[in-house]
């Protein structure tokens, strides 16, 4: 089996209207991975990602797919469109059929699978993305965060190997952001590569394994969360910023209230911890192990996918 389950190789691509959106862009995708792809607005992001399942066919370079070149015929993309999906950023663009059953089926349905095992699909992926209540309701009485998971439902029933998802989390508020950041961190640990694209530097560093930096349709910087935010030059060359907890930590190392051993903290919860772990503060020596409390971003309003509070 490759390691790498997408590999893109000098990859060109030009709109009609002249916008050369991607300029030689390469990367490598681990499998099983939580991958961020993080540059500002006009990047280059989408354009990629169309190109990871076979929408758009690149202009120069190769792309291959579980090791194997990518081909453009109809047979080839129908396959290589089960194993990529793509969750778009607008679900608005996405749904279309008369209620959230039907429109979940039409993939499964369409692969000509029978119709009970296309239901066994419909429910299994409705009830991983909590919204087995909504199996009847007409997709446009959806609210915006009820249509994001009905879209990944969509997804999710084709089996995918990997899932790309276009900005989850934007006109989303923080409750339902972090649901769907939940969400994606579930998917991804039932063995499904799962990449985003984003411009929001907090989400990327507090949920991915591994971020690539795309700026001017190049990628220009990739590695683990803590070091590509460790690179100022690198963010400053794309139009970013650094997390905000990073500035807080950093402030607290200097005003000696952490020690500059201290592992930095993913997200607010374990920053909080670690300020309330005494044993931590004031200029001690000793380095804490940071998986005492490392928590993937678990808070109060996080209710396990297919749970309901009770």
């Known amino acids: ?31 099983g991975a939580k991958i961020a792809l993080l540059g500002s607005n006009g990047a280059g992001k989408s354009t990629l990602f169309l190109h990871f399942n076979g929408i758009l066919k690149p202009q120069k370079g190769k792309l291959r797919f579980n090791g194997v070149e990518v081909r453009y ?25 008369a209620s959230v059953y039907q429109e979940i089926s039409f993939g499964p349905l369409n692969m000509g699978l029978s119709r009970e095992t296309a239901r066994e699909k419909v429910l299994q992926a409705m009830e991983d993305t ?32 990997v899932i790309i998802a276009d900005e989850p989390t934007v006109w989303l508020d923080p409750k339902h952001a972090k649901q769907i ?17 984003t411009h929001d530097v907090d989400l990327a560093y507090a949920w991915a394994d591994y971020i690539f930096v795309i700026h001017e349709g190049k990628i220009i910087g990739e590695g683990n969360p803590e070091d590509i935010f460790a ?12 997390p905000w907890i990073l500035d807080i ?15 930095y903290p993913r997200n607010k919860k374990e920053l909080i911890k670690m300020i309330n772990c005494t044993k931590y503060l004031g200029g001690t020596e000793n380095q804490y192990d940071l998986s005492t409390f490392r ?4 808070d109060a309003n996080y209710i396990p996918v297919g749970r309901t509070r009770k």
């Open 73 to 97: 015929d109809k047979k080839s993309l129908l396959q290589l469109r089960k194993d990529v999906g793509v969750v778009f950023q607008d679900p608005d663009t996405q749904l279309f059929s």
């Open 181 to 197: 950041e939940r969400l994606f961190r579930d998917i991804n640990e039932k063995g499904t590569t799962v990449i985003i694209s």
């Open 1 to 31: 089996m490759n390691e790498y389950i997408i590999e893109a190789e000098e990859l060109e691509f030009t709109y009609p209207d002249g916008t050369r959106a991607l300029k030689g862009a390469s990367l490598r995708i681990r499998r």
């Open 231 to 242: 690179d100022d030059i690198l963010i400053r060359k794309a139009g970013l910023e650094r």
């Open 130 to 161: 909590g919204i087995s209540e909504l199996k009847d309701k007409p997709t446009h009485f959806l609210s915006y965060g009820q249509k994001k998971r009905v879209s990944i439902a969509d997804v999710l029933a084709m089996d995918p190997k």
């Open 295 to 298: 928590d993937e971003g678990r």
């Open 249 to 263: 930590t950093g402030l607290l190392i200097e005003k000696g209230f952490l020690t500059n051993k201290t592992p």
